[in-house]
């Protein structure tokens, strides 16, 4: 039975890349109009955000309020390899052929990067629990934001120069000031000598790796694994008297949701339609905040929930800036001055949110998920 | 192997819940821990299965420290115990439950289980061949897929057992195992613990109050009162001791009762 | 000199920031929840003292002004953190009390109020900044001896009044309370109203000092106000008015450094510091888990 599973996989995955890749060449055919290719693949990544949080907030039962320190952590990350090999390839219009190149590297760099701060972040969650811990990702992700956007170290030095001149701890942290403040401040980054961030990232690599990390989710939930996690979040104590180390299963699904929101960002950061660069306030509070309301809305602990939640907050994003856009908005607007349709939707999404936690604090799913076998069918 | 405390000492804040506790649990054997309300008895199994450090003194299995051991470490080096308020994941079925406990046996991880791969499988069928086994011993295989929370309260309590021997512990701990049991049950229990002892060369350390339980199937006790120990030997010597008599029924301090 | 100036600032500010604190700090005790609507409350309590002062007439008549925009900011926000624990914590509380989600979905609940709260602002009163109008020369020393004066203030009604034994009561120990006849819902309400109404109070004294008023200004002197409570141990109140006067200084004397800017990220880097070395904070004190 497994290896007629394995021939499944690998033939759906086959299938999938097949179809990634004609939208890739494709895609620019089929849609004519730019945002809304951009909405496709937002949508996606978007996705993926959702489906990464849920393993921390649903699964785990932790609750994290700074994903967007570490979706920005990869943007960044990905923003700043992808320009480099960009260089190194000669500053070339981005291929597909080029992609294949770029795109890994700079995601696996920004995975790297974001699961590295992940595990620094999931160390505290072992002493720290529920709100104390979320406050100490909103710290997280807020001086993620606030390093990069207001740091004005040594402005007229570049970063390779002030690293070479490393002699100890204080030129090493000036290095380092260097090097956050080459990335661009309050205004953003948009690769070296702001030549824009390359942007990679078609279809094809977009799609085919939220698949894969959705793919990756579903088996965390449906695994010893993911029994384990629910164990935990029921009752520590008796979990640990059975063998389940709190600390790592912890530590581990604080690494595996910040390298799914890494991934994310790195997508965003490289995506083709998209803006050429990535900027701080992207990742504020209110993005942690969308984020949360992607997956309490479809349900904590469901990966489907979170990623209809994921679609429909990003699609009703979309909706709103464009309809702020419009010129029957606009025209309102010269009478209205207080018309201010996004903060409206932010009404609109905390009073939902309230009236779920009031009526139906689990979520639309709950754990439950869409297209779910009963359980038990295949074990007895 | 032989569970050992040596000196055991434990305060919270300023107040001292075990001192200088010392004693030696003989392997194989069932070993009794009991003394009045508040006497450290669950502290003591706290202290061992390590959820809180001890302050001084040793605890060791088989010559090896459990010191600065985490519980899971501990319940990977062979101890298993129940919990005087059941602990059981109630969001989880009774198989589930027992399943939780395999984490640690299972060859292949978190890869294995990304990936899918056959040893993935192989773990999860051996697993749940083995928890199916283990619940026909509980007697409660028609149960394997109902909620935790949906069992009577006797079956909660033998669930709790039976997820506590999927670990194949060398000792097992068991707190207050009687406990709300009337006669008929509690003489069950007596049988099933000897049986447990003896089908899985097991070392068995109860904490229990009901008597007729302790004096029937203990080989040794020890008597624990205000955290320190007054008393330690067979039930017949424990059964005449007058420090164990004076802690369950009051010292004569104030000419009460005696 | 610059630093004798500094501290007196510090302390002025600090001050402010621990009659901030202080809201947090006793809806924790008694709720065990972080009332994240709480900056929200000082921030709307920042405008209904614009508004005030502005139709009392403003620097035409300082003194009633800013006493007049005070009491009314007290009250109005007396009535919106009654409102908020009404609507949106009292239902979440007698549904999820003992439930697995009983601690996401306060958080969830309290954070949604923000938000909901910031962006309503956003919507009455737009997002432009508003200056306050100059009432004062010197509001440093007011700022201070005010914020003294409340916190006096408070500590009586904590410790002397039936309401504060209440509170006392129900922060050890909420069932126990309820047994011996505290009025849970009662006793929480007015703790609501009064938490909100020092808010009020820090609110109007901070823009008589910073001069505007603008929707998101909840978020920056809320955090810090949180970071505070946390620092002297949260639940505590004598700890949130050490931790609000520490928080004060510090950020001044930050100030004084070549990096000025970094207050903002220091607030945050002393609250993870804090959480990880001493989560009970300066004050307070941790409890075992029983098993």
């Not at chain 1, 080029?98 to 760099?109: D, M």
Request: proline share 3%; glycine share 10%; charged share 15%.
């Amino acid at each position: 039975m497994a290896g007629r599973t394995w021939i499944r996989t690998i033939v759906l995955a086959l299938l999938v890349a097949a179809v990634s890749l004609a939208l890739d060449m494709k895609l620019a055919d089929i849609l004519t109009d730019g945002s809304l290719r951009q909405l496709l693949m937002l949508t996606a990544c978007n996705v993926l955000v959702a489906v990464s949080l849920n393993v921390i907030n649903g699964m785990a039962g932790q609750f994290s309020i700074g994903h967007a320190g570490f979706i920005g952590l990869g943007a960044y990350t990905a923003a700043v390899v992808a320009s480099q090999l960009h260089v190194k390839l000669g500053s070339h219009a981005p291929t597909l052929a080029a992609s294949f190149i770029v795109v890994p590297i700079a995601l696996l760099a920004a995975a790297v990067v974001a699961g590295a701060f992940g595990f620094l972040l999931g160390l505290p969650s072992l002493r720290l629990k529920g709100d104390y811990l979320a406050i100490v990702t909103l710290g997280f992700a807020e001086i993620f934001r606030l390093l990069i956007a207001t740091a004005t170290v040594g402005v007229q030095d570049t970063p390779a120069q002030a690293w070479s001149a490393v002699r100890g701890p204080g030129t090493f942290f000036h290095a380092l000031g260097v090097s956050i403040t080459a990335l661009g401040g309050q205004n953003g980054y948009a690769g070296p000598g702001d030549q824009g961030v390359p942007l990679y990232a078609g279809p094809f690599w977009i799609l085919t790796i939220v698949t894969l990390m959705v793919v990756l989710a579903w088996r965390i939930k449906f695994s010893g694994w993911g029994r384990a996690l629910r164990a935990l979040r029921e009752d520590e104590i008796a979990s640990a008297a059975v063998g389940v180390d709190p600390t790592r299963y912890k530590v581990t699904s604080f690494v595996l949701a910040a390298v799914g929101a890494g991934v994310a960002g790195g997508l965003l950061a490289m995506m083709r339609d998209g803006t050429p660069s990535v900027q701080p306030d992207t990742f504020n509070f209110q993005a942690s905040f969308d984020a949360i309301t992607m997956v309490i809305l479809g349900g904590s602990g469901s990966v489907t929930g979170a990623m209809l939640g994921g679609v429909f907050v990003t699609l009703s994003i979309k909706a709103i800036e464009y309809g702020q856009g419009s010129s029957f908005v606009q025209d309102l607007r010269r009478h209205a001055e207080w018309l201010d349709l996004n903060a409206l939707r932010m009404i609109l999404y905390s009073a939902l949110l309230i009236a779920l936690m009031i009526l139906r604090p689990e979520g639309l799913l709950g754990e439950r998920e869409l297209f779910q076998k009963k359980r038990g069918a295949k074990a007895s | 192997m032989t569970l050992a405390l040596k000196n055991v000492r434990k305060s919270f804040g300023g107040l001292c819940a075990v001192s200088d506790v010392t004693f030696t649990v003989p392997e194989r054997s069932i070993f009794g821990l009991i003394g009045p309300n508040g006497a450290g008895k669950t502290t003591v199994f706290n202290l061992i299965t390590g959820v809180y450090p001890f302050d001084t003194g040793s605890i060791t299995l088989g010559g090896k420290s459990l010191a600065n051991l985490k519980s899971a470490a501990i319940a990977e080096a062979g101890i298993a115990r129940t919990f005087q308020n059941i602990r059981l994941f109630s969001q989880l079925t009774v198989l589930e439950n027992l399943l939780v406990a395999c984490e640690l046996q299972k060859r292949a991880h978190l890869l294995a289980a990304l990936l899918r791969s056959p040893s993935h499988y192989e773990d999860e069928s051996s697993m749940t061949k083995r928890a199916f086994e283990m619940l026909d011993v509980f007697s409660l295989r028609e149960l394997a897929h109902a909620p935790s929370t949906s069992l009577s309260y006797g079956n909660q309590r033998r669930l709790e057992i039976a997820r506590a021997m999927m670990l194949s512990p060398k000792v097992l701990l068991l707190d207050e195992p009687a406990a709300g049991m009337n006669y008929g049950e509690a003489e069950g229990l007596k049988t099933q613990v000897r049986w447990l002892r003896d089908t899985f060369n097991l070392t068995v350390v109860l904490v229990e109050h009901n008597m007729q339980v302790v004096m029937g199937v203990c080989e040794e006790i020890h008597v624990l009162d205000h955290g320190e120990t007054i008393a330690h030997g067979s039930p017949e010597a424990i059964r005449s001791h007058p420090a164990v008599i004076g802690a369950y029924l009051g010292e004569d301090t104030e000419g009460g009762a005696a | 000199m610059k630093l004798i100036d500094a501290l007196m600032t510090g302390l002025a500010q600090g001050g402010m920031i621990a009659l901030v604190a202080l809201g947090y700090t006793m809806v924790f005790g008694v709720l065990k929840m972080i009332n994240f609507a709480h900056s929200e409350v000082f921030m709307m309590a920042a405008y209904v003292g614009l508004f005030v002062i502005a139709a009392v007439g403003g620097t035409a008549h300082p003194l009633l002004a800013a006493v007049g925009g005070t009491v009314v900011a007290m009250f109005a926000c007396s009535l919106l953190g009654i409102t908020i624990e009404r609507i949106a914590y009292r239902p979440i509380r007698a549904r999820t009390r003992g439930s697995k989600l009983a601690r996401v979905t306060p958080l969830v609940t309290a954070l949604a109020v923000s938000v909901l709260l910031q962006n309503l602002a956003q919507l009455l009163f737009t997002a432009r900044y508003r200056p306050y109008p100059q009432l004062f020369q010197n509001t440093r020393p007011i700022i201070f001896v005010v914020a003294i004066a409340m916190m006096v203030f408070l500590e009586l009604v904590v410790k002397k009044t039936w309401f504060g034994k209440a509170m006392r009561a129900l922060s050890t120990n909420e069932e126990a309370a309820r047994l011996m006849g505290v009025r849970t819902s009662r006793t929480i309400a007015m703790t609501f109203a009064l938490g909100s109404s020092l808010a009020a109070v820090g609110a109007v004294l901070y823009c008589l000092d910073q001069s505007q008023a603008y929707p998101t200004m909840g978020f920056k002197i809320g955090t810090q106000a949180f970071v505070a409570a946390v620092l002297g141990g949260i639940g505590n109140i004598p700890g949130a008015m050490l931790g609000g006067l520490l928080i004060g200084i510090i950020g001044e004397m930050v100030k004084l450094t070549s990096y000025s800017g970094g207050v903002d990220v220091l607030v945050f880097v002393v609250l993870i510091l804090v959480l990880l070395a001493r989560p009970a904070g300066l004050l307070g004190t941790t409890r075992v888990e029983k098993v």
